[in-house]
T-cell receptor
Framework: DAEITQSPRHKITETGRQVTLACHQT?????MFWYRQDLGHGLRLIHY???????NKGEVSDGYSVSRSNTEDLPLTLESAASSQTSVYFC???????????FGPGTRLTVL | DQQVKQNSPSLSVQEGRISILNCDYT??????FLWYKKYPAEGPTFLIS?????DKNEDGRFTVFLNKSAKHLSLHIVPSQPGDSAVYFC?????????FGAGTRLTVKP
């Protein structure tokens, strides 16, 4: 069965460190997204990609970067982790813009 | 600025009764709306959607109503079941941008 996976599921890091969160989907979807979920804010879009070599900034992109070298993967990098980036991160994919997005199980990141 | 708002952080209903979850939005250009359901420690899962050209969409126990003039969206669950207990997010979409509300935690009591 097709799926979308995230790793690690939990991560604790220190302020200033570079962190990369992995997202892998086997749906063969062109579109991939990264969100963060914080209490009182729901899900906020960080970055998204509509295909290989395509990346775009979302609502809260400062301090984050992504790269899309193949269809299946969209890693999210925190260049220099900050305590404000402590959150739960969700990756999602969809066949096209108006289709439902399929979400991964999430990564809980704590920045100390 | 939160363009999509769910003003009720929680809702509790009795099993078998109707659950009504509400969502308001500020941008009249949104042209597609979705509801997602989320259980603890899992990612959100798609529930139901509606295009801005419609005012109602039904799927089994779930019905979404859209009132464009009021910029208001609601999700009705009838009858509610204990397994429906989860956090529900509404989302609105335009031009490659999806905005989510903060979520409403629904508890269905047996």
């Amino acid at each position: 069965d097709a799926e979308i996976t995230q790793s690690p599921r939990h991560k604790i890091t220190e302020t200033g460190r570079q962190v990369t969160l992995a997202c892998h989907q086997t749906w063969n979807h062109n579109n991939m997204f990264w969100y963060r979920q914080d209490l009182g804010h729901g899900l906020r879009l960080i970055h998204y990609s509509y295909g290989v070599q395509d990346t775009n900034k979302g609502e809260v992109s400062d301090g984050y970067s992504v790269s899309r070298s193949n269809t299946e993967d969209l890693p999210l990098t925190l260049e220099s982790a900050a305590s404000s980036q402590t959150s739960v991160y969700f990756c999602a994919s969809s066949a096209d813009g108006y289709n439902e997005q399929f979400f991964g199980p999430g990564t809980r990141l704590t920045v100390l | 600025d939160q363009q999509v708002k769910q003003n009720s952080p929680s809702l509790s209903v009795q099993e078998g009764r109707i659950s009504i979850l509400n969502c308001d939005y500020t941008n009249s250009m949104f042209d597609y709306f979705l509801w997602y359901k989320k259980y603890p420690a899992e990612g959100p899962t798609f529930l139901i959607s509606i295009s801005s050209i419609k005012d109602k969409n039904e799927d089994g126990r779930f019905t979404v109503f859209l009132n464009k003039s009021a910029k208001h969206l609601s999700l009705h669950i009838v009858p509610s079941q204990p397994g429906d207990s989860a956090v529900y997010f509404c989302a609105a979409y335009i031009n490659n941008d999806m905005r989510f509300g903060a979520g409403t935690r629904l508890t269905v009591k047996p």
